[in-house]
């Protein structure tokens, strides 16, 4: 009997021809977008509803399995196995499947695609437009709900209440401030959400890096609210003018308007629903210069960002020239030596004041033609005392 030499290669050639044929059954148009964006995602869950359709070669035929998981969790892969896919990854499903296929024929080609994610229903209630049912899927999160909110519903406590019959309550802003995605879960179905009342919700405008709208936890009030959720003050705010309108309990339409001082901020002052807060902007009390405005005229010099001559009102003084008109400080300003020159009443040659940080906090009171000089602490000027400045 004539022995038939068989080309190894060409063997492997017409298996993989086999195992082609097969995959053909699986083709781009069966994957639809929102399977490709599940595929993509490791912690996608298998859904009741969702299709896959199981590709291999059995005996060099081409087999195409289509699977559709129902609401038991139960999946069959052809007549080889049966997996429960409850609570599992699709990731984890498909190496089980393809496990399954590859121990009954080996080098098979076995492929697990899914190619229509399922389609389920949640339940809104509580602080929404009209309690609903809506259609989603796996890959959508709880905030996708908040569209269907009203201006009272809470985003800092959200709840849960799974098929299984156990709540949880989540923090929107954690998710969308901290990223903690842990707070902004994916929906399931049956998920009955229930968005409750918000408790406070506090305004703060102006000179704060992150003005905005924030609803406050129980335990959260001033201090909370510009340290952690404005995340403070910008370099330009004025701190002598803050403010806020409260409306809860007020006789007023305009609400009753309080100023508050750092000392509130360190105590943590007790807000309310509705209050409003603003820091202003030191440029903002700069008043416009007016040609026939005399009443006093200070010269400032030296380390300051905008050094020069300046008319003043009659209520602006020290604090006023530094801060408003001067733009404050630079870096190098030695404020241990600054001093003021006063013409006024006094000889042609002027009397010498030393100035401290705490004139500067007092306002202290300016005079016409006072010239204030704040040196530059690269510079070096020699000690001197009072008496050596003054006319005696």
Excluded: H
């Excluded at 993989?16 to 929102?34: G, K």
């Excluded at 195409?64 to 196995?81: A, E, F, K, Q, W």
């Excluded at 309080?258 to 509705?274: C, H, K, P, V």
């Excluded at 200070?298 to 300046?310: F, L, M």
Aim: aromatic letters at 10%.
């Amino acid at each position: 009997m004539a022995l038939i030499k068989i080309n190894p290669c060409l063997c492997l050639g017409v298996f993989l021809l086999a195992v082609s044929v097969s995959f053909a059954q699986v083709t781009v148009d069966d994957v639809t977008p929102n399977s490709q964006l599940a595929l993509s995602n490791p912690d996608y869950l298998v859904t009741p509803g969702d299709i896959y359709t199981l590709a291999y070669t059995a005996n060099g035929t081409a087999v195409t399995y289509r699977i559709v998981v129902d609401t038991s969790y139960t999946i069959r892969i052809s007549n080889l196995g049966v997996i429960n896919v409850a609570g599992k990854t699709f990731r984890q499903v498909k190496k089980d499947a393809e496990t399954i296929v590859a121990n009954n024929y080996p080098l098979s080609g076995v492929q697990l695609i899914l190619t229509q994610p399922g389609v389920f229903r949640v339940f809104v209630v509580g602080e929404v437009k009209v309690a609903a049912e809506i259609s989603t899927w796996a890959m959508e999160r709880l905030s996708s709900l908040t569209r269907y909110t009203t201006p009272f519903a809470s985003r800092r406590n959200v709840s849960i209440k799974s098929a299984n019959g156990r709540t949880k309550n989540y923090d929107l802003f954690k998710a969308e401030r901290e990223g903690d995605l842990s707070q902004n879960p994916y929906l399931r179905p049956d998920d009955i959400i229930t968005f409750n009342r918000l408790d406070r919700q506090i305004t703060i405008n102006g000179a704060v890096e992150r003005p905005g709208v924030y609803q406050l936890l129980s335990n959260e009030n001033l201090n909370d609210l510009i340290r952690n959720y404005a995340c403070g003050f910008t370099p330009l705010a004025d701190k002598t003018q803050m403010e806020l309108v409260r409306y809860v309990g007020s006789g007023s339409v305009s609400g009753d308007k309080m100023i508050f001082t750092e000392a509130d901020i360190q105590r943590n002052y007790r807000l309310q629903n509705y209050d409003i807060i603003t820091i202003p902007n030191i440029t903002e009390r700069r008043p416009a210069a007016s040609l026939n405005r005399q009443e006093r005229r200070i010269t400032i010099k030296g380390a300051v960002r905008q050094p020069g001559t300046y008319n003043l009102a009659p209520n602006e003084n020290l604090r006023d020239i530094i801060e408003i008109y001067a733009d404050g400080f630079t870096p190098r300003a030695d404020k241990t030596r600054m001093e003021l020159v006063r013409y006024e009443g006094v000889s042609a040659f002027g009397e010498k004041i030393f100035l401290s940080e705490l004139n500067i906090q007092e306002n202290f009171a300016l005079r016409n033609y006072d010239v204030i000089t704040i040196p530059d602490a690269s510079e070096w000027w020699p000690v001197t005392t009072q008496r050596e400045y003054t006319n005696k």
